[in-house]
């Protein structure tokens, strides 16, 4: 019956769609690697992708030098715009402020509150932690668009510091997409206003990452678009409604487990670059596409083997999703790397870009429901 509804539903609001393009930019490890500067880079500020997924009273995030997708949004009236990181990994709104003299607002747009007459604040202080330094601020409330739904009242972040490693990234700040449970002081996120101000007809986003070029990638908000994905989504229940949190069953490769043997949990998320596991099982699954692990964690292979190198098959709820070498391997100038990051002691898993590039996910908040289904 589940999926009969939604299926129902898909159809009849198919016309109320907002969607939001995304941008594939250029990584701050691709710029980083034209200056030259990539090795002191990382040095300086290690990869810890589960930094944001520990909850200690502050708003967590990580250190991605490898996110490419940026979408716009306005915020304030008249709008003043700005690039954001969709995060499904994360809960609040944030951009630099005017107020923010870091280098890494001096390299972005700034909100400037005296510029918008719809503009409120009491000036309740603002942290989030990442895996090296932070962002601190204050929190506001404006108008924000998004993809064309004006939302009233918005709480949002401002930043007056950031942490030094921001001033490479080319998104301005973060729009958080995940449950309010994890919002830093309890703020309503933005797609929650969406649907309690009756701005989307379903309470249910879709994200499409495209992996040819820059053009095609989007967030559509109310909804699925039906384009962006061939055969029948697939329904997975969240484990959790904090982040969209799934059971994952195994990886497994040419039929051998390989990894997350007995059971584990995966987290969908737009806002992590890679696929990202406890280091054991990244090590196992990197060894077994044969490729070489550097003293960073990163793993390269040989260019000229990918179309030889085996798939890999992520058993989710009882249902196979295959991402083939052409999609977990990266080729740049600089050789190529695996899509498979190690994410420490924890147990935890996140299912980044590399499996959404692979399998359109949608969101849907009200049945506590991920659904993915192959990209088109």
């Not at 490898?66 to 306005?74: A, E, Q």
């Not at 870009?353 to 009200?366: L, S, T």
């Amino acid at each position: 019956m589940k999926w009969l509804i939604v299926l129902t539903a898909l159809v009849a609001f198919s016309e109320c769609l907002h969607k939001i393009p995304l941008i594939k930019g250029k990584t701050a490890r691709q710029a980083l690697q034209e200056k030259g500067l990539w090795d002191e880079y990382r040095k300086k500020h290690p990869y810890n992708p589960m930094a944001k997924f520990i909850q200690n009273g502050v708003e967590p995030m990580t250190n991605d030098a490898d996110l490419s997708y940026y979408g716009v949004v306005s915020i304030g009236t008249p709008p003043q715009s700005f690039t954001v990181i969709f995060d499904t990994g994360s809960s609040n709104l944030w951009v630099p402020s005017v107020y923010c003299s870091s280098q890494a607002c001096e390299n972005h747009r700034r909100f400037n509150p005296q510029q918008s007459s719809t503009f409120s604040s009491n000036n309740q202080a603002l942290s989030i932690q990442y895996g090296t330094g932070s962002m601190t601020g204050f929190l506001a409330s404006d108008v924000v668009e998004v993809g064309g739904i004006s939302v009233s009242n918005q709480v949002f972040g401002l930043s007056q510091s950031e942490a030094p490693f921001m001033a490479q990234m080319q998104a301005d700040g973060i729009l958080g997409l995940a449950f309010q449970s994890i919002a830093s002081d309890d703020v309503v996120p933005v797609f929650y206003n969406m649907v309690n101000q009756g701005l989307v007809s379903q309470a249910m986003f879709s994200v499409y990452l495209s992996d040819d070029g820059q053009q095609g990638s989007e967030v559509v908000f109310g909804g699925v678009d039906s384009s962006h994905y061939t055969g029948q989504i697939t329904w997975i229940p969240l484990t959790s409604a904090s982040y969209w949190q799934i059971k994952m069953d195994s990886v497994t490769i040419n039929g051998e487990i390989v990894a997350c043997s007995g059971g584990c949990q995966a987290i969908i998320d737009t806002g992590t670059s890679l696929i990202v596991g406890p280091n054991s099982d990244i090590s196992n699954i990197n060894a077994w596409v044969g490729a070489s692990t550097n003293q960073y964690g990163e793993a390269t292979v040989n260019c000229q083997n990918i179309q030889s190198m085996p798939d890999v098959t992520f058993t989710l709820n009882g249902n196979a999703f295959t991402v083939p070498a052409s999609a977990y391997v990266s080729e740049t100038n600089y050789g190529c790397n695996t899509g498979f990051g190690q994410g420490g002691s924890s147990q935890l898993w996140i299912l980044g870009d590399v499996f959404i590039r692979e399998y359109y996910a949608v969101f849907d908040a009200h049945a506590l429901y991920v659904g993915l289904a192959k990209s088109a």
